[in-house]
């Protein structure tokens, strides 16, 4: 395998841009385009405000691109609700690292009051109702393992492989290693990939597709529902924007 380097031209404000991409992360001369391509949660610990609605995902996968100009990360995650046979919801977001005199101009009042204050973040420019979260990878080797914290506590890490069925060993190794980072092993749970792997060209395909377009950069067209549907107002937004996915796929 081939791999390419950042560069960076010195004295650019755009080699300060990539140098707070790779500094921001734990992992160690952090690579954003090693990083890139797509990922399989083969375990993970979601709790708090950044696991809401995923307590039943199979499947769960992750494609990042990195963008040279920007530069960011994209993010375009989806899973599958309660089995292979379930509903499929996905989400689109980015991940982008700051200088610290920057973040204060870029904080929301939610995040002010939350005081998130990491270098990189994960937001979802499309839905503003949710707070931007820390993104970190703590560790990876871009060919087979990446371990991400995704919460400015340990209520949120996944354990990311390349391929679908690393093995037991293979978690329980990892999970192991993030103990020394204050994790609690036996809290992160296995995450099942027991749906039919789908190619690159075929997830693409289905990323592509224009139900999975509009869902993850919330947009809903008429649902020509029979009937009115109730929301209750105190449930999470991810309660209520898990509901609309599941009646706009069904």
Known sequence: MVHLTLP????????????????????????????????FEVASLKRGFAGQGQEDCHCTQGVYTFDMESPFIQVDTFCVHGGPNGYITGIKGKVQCLPEDNLEKNET????QEMIKERCYLRFPTLPFIPKEPYDVIATDYDNFALVSGAKDRGFIQIYSRTPDPGPEFIEKHKTYLENFGYDPSII???PQDCEVMSNSQLAAMMSMSGMQQAQTNQFPDLELKGSVEFNPFTSVFDTLKKLLELYFK
């Open 109 to 112: 009042e939610l995040e002010k």
């Open 189 to 191: 749970k296995y995450t």
């Open 8 to 39: 960076l031209v010195e004295g650019s404000d755009e080699r300060s841009e990539r140098l707070m991409m790779i500094r921001g992360m734990t992992a160690k001369d952090f690579d954003p385009i090693r990083y890139s391509g797509r990922w």
